[in-house]
């Protein structure tokens, strides 16, 4: 259960954080401030897997539309994978998302759209950089080193998103104690430093709410870490990068509504501070965003 004593007792607890500022930068020429605005990331899946069938696009064609409306719907960036993260989705290897990605990467970028592309491989990242991405959406740490001083020479910015694992297709349990952000402060603070040492100056992190953890796949649990990690999000913030989440989607409860759980989550998400809102409801976060006041056209 949430109630007023509950965001009470935690902004009372942290309230030294509650202030915090982070860095603000251009991304691809636009300027995003991130202490006086959100921002909104579109979904696109090139990937017949993802399970969110209105953000699937499977030719370079349906995906530049939804990327130009995503756009129009008020998404500053627009966020592609080529392998859904899902547990039981089929692998995709390097070839096979370059494929996927490459054509889209580059008509969208034609038409000034943003293009932010989630990957964990170097070789993907490097061509769809080449291609016009301006975002690389990091969803694992092995070859972090190298995928750091890739966005540095393409003067990219960064999404690390908080995955223990090699991957997000190579987890298993997750490890968290009672506060999720005192071990995410930690890894991050860590990845932050290792990239800005590569160069990188433009950085956001994500705790990654949405990923298949297997001791998370008890709907109960899983939603509950959500709802804490959201509210305590300002937290993070004390590191000086702005915080991306991803929107989930907690099917067990919305189930035919399940539209309508994204925009759900974003009022706690903002409630947290969060800087860019990575969701597949691009009009309905918005308007949610607009109707608490903290959204600025």
């Known amino acids: 259960m949430l109630s007023l004593e509950d965001l009470s007792k935690i902004a009372e607890t942290h309230s030294g954080d509650l202030a915090a500022q982070v860095a603000t930068f251009d991304i691809g020429g636009k300027s995003f401030d991130?202490?006086?605005?959100?921002?909104?990331?579109?979904?696109?899946?090139?990937?017949?897997?993802?399970?969110y069938r209105e953000s699937v696009c499977l030719t370079k064609q349906a995906a530049v539309e939804r990327g130009l409306t995503l756009q129009k719907q008020g998404a500053a960036?627009?966020?592609?994978?080529?392998?859904?993260?899902?547990?039981?989705?089929?692998?995709?290897d390097d070839a096979l998302q370059k494929s996927r990605l490459i054509p889209a990467v580059s008509e969208l970028s034609s038409?000034?759209?943003?293009?932010?592309?989630?990957?964990?491989?170097?070789?993907v990242a490097r061509a769809c950089l080449e291609a016009g991405a301006k975002v690389l959406n990091i969803t694992g740490l092995k070859h972090a080193a190298e995928i750091y001083k890739l966005a540095a020479a393409h003067e990219a910015a960064l999404i690390i998103c908080h995955v223990q694992g090699s991957n997000v297709r190579e987890v298993s349990n997750l490890q968290f104690e009672n506060d999720p952000i005192i071990e995410m402060?930690?890894?991050f603070e860590r990845e932050t430093d290792a990239a800005a040492k590569a160069g990188v100056s433009r950085i956001m992190v994500d705790p990654g709410l949405g990923f298949y953890y297997t001791n998370l796949q008890d709907s109960g649990q899983r939603v509950g870490y959500q709802?804490?990690?959201?509210?305590?999000?300002?937290?993070?913030?004390?590191l000086g990068w702005p915080v991306c989440h991803a929107l989930p989607h907690a099917f067990e409860y919305f189930k035919e509504e399940v539209r309508c759980a994204e925009p759900f989550f974003a009022v706690l998400a903002a409630l947290g501070k969060t800087s860019l809102f990575r969701t597949h409801e691009v009009?309905?976060?918005?308007?949610?965003?607009?109707?608490?006041?903290v959204w600025k056209t």
């Open 77 to 92: 960036l627009v966020d592609l994978g080529a392998e859904s993260s899902l547990l039981d989705a089929a692998r995709a």
């Open 111 to 123: 038409h000034d759209v943003l293009v932010s592309v989630e990957t964990y491989l170097p070789s």
């Open 227 to 238: 709802m804490q990690t959201f509210l305590n999000t300002f937290r993070l913030r004390r």
């Open 283 to 293: 009009p309905k976060t918005r308007a949610v965003l607009e109707t608490m006041g």
């Open 185 to 187: 402060s930690e890894y």
């Open 34 to 51: 991130f202490n006086s605005n959100p921002h909104l990331m579109g979904v696109i899946n090139l990937s017949p897997d993802s399970w």
